[in-house]
């Protein structure tokens, strides 16, 4: 019998090997490393299983654990039988070591549990000696460190290995988990020195040494510049550069974008060969600039998008027909909307459910999730986050100018934001026949022709989201959040009458790690209080500061990695391909939907064409799709605020518009009471994002992996700050976007248990 270290593979080959395993479920050797995609709203495993069975006596096995599922568990097994068993196990941010083991109906097994710490546990190594086993992990592959150690509780001289990952319930993005180096090395740069705060020199050593000692991950795409040989680029961002006759892209115009990518040389960028007079590329150069505090810009990833050919992009591409269908729906009508057969909500929840279940949101889809995000908070209450409508209490004020929260008006010092909006006209869309949308993939500019409605209107629908998030910077929104938190009286967060003073008598209070807010903890300072450290212009700052270096890492990720193609050029391919002109890839689910299923309605009787509708007269912008600017961003930006204040405290009085917009009415449903800041921000986040899907210009995947990004980048920037500061005891908590809560502090990220 072959010992267990014998059983070596770096999955450099790319392919499944065989000789050495079986394997089941949503696999793939790509990027050499295996990674497990268990699907959307399915309770699926998948994974590898030794082809052979070895001796683990007096042996070991090891393997990188490069990426662990966000929901769902990930594991690695020596297996005797069904009631034999030994194990690693991530899920929920915890790290298991166990052994299962059953005899004559008894159980007699045991486990011991860490929090899982993605870097300090990279590697995980089974290894017996002399009849004791070892549960062992490593940050680097070299240094190992025993997480438990118990006599031998199986078998172990037959045993299978096993790398899996999955889930037993339906989740509805439970990630991906990706392994490598099984038995093979696999060093690692050192992790970062001891802390010391000698002096401003020591400090920013420390920081920077903190930042060095984050091993850069590879980055990897779907690889659809090489999937379609016969079709090249069909699959990627192309607009402004050129292309045949049906919009597909020139290669060798294409190939100049990848010579700068590849050079980095600034001269070539130049030489990038555009479409005549077609609109300049965004900023292809931006995810090459360094940043001296939070992470590089290519020091966070994001897990290759789906593939061109793949169902889960068909279904994304459904999703977002349907959102472009109900974009002049008022979100107050939607149960009433949805209830009536045959109507466009009630067709899209029923196509989401039957014809799209893989589109990447909660399912089943109802009402109250359709077209929504899946994290925390983000199905409760109205669709749109209290922070895009509501304004703050001031006394002070004139009725109707900003005394009460239901008038809208957000204090800026003695100025204020008003969160009525010019919007656009109801029904007009854009690039929807075939000859604009060719002239503009060829980079005529059409921006600047928004039909402009006359009345100033709260968001009450996807269109006027969509037109929100058309002229913002992003961190507008992140601002006005801040300034609503800050400035807020104490009271019921509706009216002036009767309210404390506004900026000092804080209705929403601070973190608990914040050492000076809130007043009356046993950590406020008795003498003093915060203004440029964990104060209002701290928040400020690191806001701004978040969302440059959030933006600076999905543009890597946008053209150094993927260069996904926008929804918009993709329903050019699904044009070509059903009206006859040139056929794809495409995968059926979408296809039928157009031609004879729930779509065929729609399309393309009422728009000629089975074109994306876009809600912008210039269509998507002028980058590629994956991930998304706004997603990273608001990502960033709302762990700040989460990490900031006291996630916990309730929202109060939540209001919605009127039917025409132009005023606020009192929230009545059920779930009011349950509407908490946290929740509301992690909302905020998924209304900034999917207001851009609901625009046409990007997929539902951009959007959630890049609110993890943008979350990633914020907690490593949190990270070098917290070794900055001279108060005693500071500290941020948040919640994650995974629900799992962690603490920042002295350059270390733990979960709170």
Known sequence: MAKAHTLTDNFNDNSPDGSKWGFYGPIQEVNRRLEIRPPGNLAQYGGYKSAATHDLTNSSAHVEVVQTLLSGATNFMAIQDDTHQVFFNAAGGVLTCSAYVVNNGVFSGFSQSVSYDPEGHRWWRLREVNGVLHWEVSADGQDWNALLSKPTPINLTNVTLHLQAGTDTKLAYP?????????????????????????????????????ASRPHPEHHNNNDEVNYPDRPFIGNYSKSLR?????????????????????????????????????????????????VEGPDAQAVTQPPAPRFDSRQTAAEMGELYWMALARDVHFANYASEAAIAGSVLERAI??????????????????????????????????????????????????????????????????????????????????????????????R????????????????????????????????????????????????????????????????????????????????SRTQSGFTTFGPVHLLQLLIEVAGRAGRAVWWQKWGVHRRLRPEEYGGRVDNHLTGRRTYPLDSCILTSLSTGLLSTYFSERYGSFLLPQAYSEGAPSHPAYGAGHATISGACATLLKAWFDESAPIENA?????????????????????????????????????RNAAGVHWRSDHTESILLGERVAIQLLREMSLTFNEDDAFFQFTRFDGITVRIANGRVEPVV
């Open 175 to 211: 990630g991906i988990a990706i392994f490598d180096s099984f038995n093979t090395p696999g060093p690692r740069e050192p992790r970062r020195v001891e802390e010391r705060r000698l002096s401003a020199l020591a400090t920013r050593e420390k920081a920077a040494q903190l930042a």
């Open 445 to 524: 500019d059409d921006r600047g022709k928004d039909q402009i409605d006359p009345t100033r209107r709260f968001i009450r629908n996807l269109r006027d989201g969509a037109n929100y998030v058309h002229f913002d910077q992003v961190v507008n929104a992140y601002w006005n959040a801040a300034f609503l938190l800050l400035s807020e009286p104490r009271g019921n967060q509706l009216m002036g009458a009767g309210s404390g003073r506004p900026q000092v008598d804080k209705e929403f209070p601070c973190d608990q790690g914040n050492p000076y807010d809130p007043p009356g903890t046993a950590g406020d």
């Open 655 to 691: 209001v919605i518009p009127n039917l025409d917009g132009t005023a606020l009415v009192a929230y009545g449903g059920t779930d009011a009471g349950q509407m908490t800041v946290g929740g509301e921000l992690n909302k905020l986040a998924g209304n900034i994002s999917l207001f």
């Open 350 to 443: 029923r196509s989401l459910n039957t014809e799209f279940p893989q589109f990447g949101g909660t399912a089943p889809v109802t009402v109250q999730n359709l077209f929504r995000g899946i994290f925390p908070g983000e199905q409760v209450g109205p669709y749109v986050s209290q922070f895009l409508w509501k304004g703050n209490v001031d006394p002070r004020k004139p009725d109707t100018l900003g005394r009460d929260a239901d008038e809208g008006f957000i204090t800026y010092g003695s100025q204020y934001i008003d969160q009525r909006q010019w919007t656009v006209k109801a029904a007009t869309d854009y690039l929807t026949q075939f000859p604009d949308w060719l002239a503009v993939q060829n980079g």
């Open 243 to 291: 292309h045949d006759s049906l919009g597909d892209p020139e290669p060798i115009s294409y190939g100049t974008l990848l010579r700068a990518l590849e050079s980095r040389d600034p001269g070539d960028f130049e030489e990038i060969l555009l479409a005549p007079n077609a609109v300049k590329l965004t900023n292809p150069q931006a995810g090459l600039a360094f940043d």
